[in-house]
C-alpha cells in the first residue's frame, strides 16, 4: 500500500464514525518506566484481538478494522485508536506488542540517547 493511500485510511476515522453510526470510545493509557515506555489500549465492547499495532515510517499506529460494504463489496476500513511519531529515545527496533488481560500492550523500550546526549564540540576558526 502506498504511503498516501495509508494515510488517507487513517485519517478517515470521522467519516467511519458517522457511517457507523458511532464507536465505543477506546481507553489508551501510557506508563513511564524506567527502561521504557507502555502503551496499554483496549476498546469497550470490543474483543482484544481486533486491535492491531503497526509501525510504518516512524509511526507507531493501533488500530482495528471495521468492515464497510460498498456497492455489495465488503471492504476492511481502520479505525485509529493511536498514531503518533516514535520519540528519537525509544529503540524502534524493540517495540513488541502483545495481549494482556483485555488490553493490547505496546513496549517501546529506550535507546541509549534516553538519558541525552552530550558532545563537546570544537569550534572550526575561519
Do not use: C
Amino acid at each position: 500500500m502506498k504511503k498516501n493511500n495509508f494515510q488517507d485510511l487513517l485519517t478517515s476515522v470521522d467519516v467511519l464514525n458517522t457511517i457507523n453510526g458511532g464507536i465505543s470510545e477506546p481507553s489508551v493509557v501510557f506508563h513511564q518506566q524506567a527502561d521504557g515506555r507502555e502503551l496499554r489500549a483496549r476498546v469497550p465492547g470490543m474483543e482484544k484481538e481486533v486491535l492491531q499495532a503497526e509501525v510504518h515510517n516512524n509511526t507507531l499506529s493501533v488500530f482495528y478494522l471495521i468492515p464497510i460494504t460498498v456497492r455489495e463489496k465488503v471492504v476492511q476500513m481502520p479505525q485509529v485508536v493511536y498514531s503518533k511519531t516514535i520519540p528519537y529515545y525509544v529503540d524502534i527496533s524493540g517495540i513488541r506488542a502483545e495481549y494482556e488481560g483485555q488490553e493490547l500492550v505496546v513496549r517501546m523500550p529506550f535507546n541509549e540517547l534516553s538519558s541525552g546526549y552530550h558532545k563537546k564540540l570544537t569550534i572550526d576558526e575561519d
